[in-house]
């Protein structure tokens, strides 16, 4: 099963996770991680290696981060660049991340991140009510 590692600016992170457990209840292999204000790139660094620690290297990972070019993003991003099994999504919110924790049974890191583009534009709207 592909893992999924949440990684935010402030405490988006903790609770868009704990908010996706009201959708899909208690979930393996989902965690997150917060880059608070205090914290160095550094620090992150050194977090994001203990977090991925436990996951086998043969594993799929999907890294969801707020924004492209934060910090999260850029220091996930390292981790991707010569791993095909990982794989960094930018842009999350909670339709794209219940969405990745419903559809990841069965499916690999390529199919999911593909479903998750072409879910995307599904995610946000202007209400024309």
């Not at 405490?11 to 917060?34: C, H, P």
């Not at 086998?56 to 991003?77: H, M, R, Y």
């Not at 095909?84 to 991140?113: C, H, K, M, W």
């Amino acid at each position: 099963m592909i893992h999924i590692l949440v990684v935010t600016h402030g405490l988006m992170a903790e609770g868009i996770v704990q908010t996706a457990k009201m959708f899909t209840g208690e979930q393996e292999n989902v965690d997150y991680l917060s880059f608070k204000e205090d914290m160095g790139q550094e620090e992150l660094i050194e977090l994001l290696e203990e977090k991925m620690k436990g996951i086998a290297k043969e594993e799929q990972l999907l890294i969801f981060c707020d924004i492209l070019g934060g910090t999260p993003f850029n220091v996930s991003s390292r981790y991707s660049f010569n791993n095909e099994n990982i794989a960094v999504f930018y842009g999350v919110n909670l339709p794209i991340l219940v969405t990745a924790i419903l559809s990841r049974e069965g499916q690999n890191l390529n199919d999911l991140t593909s479903l998750l583009v072409e879910s995307s534009n599904e995610s946000l709207g202007l209400s024309t009510l």
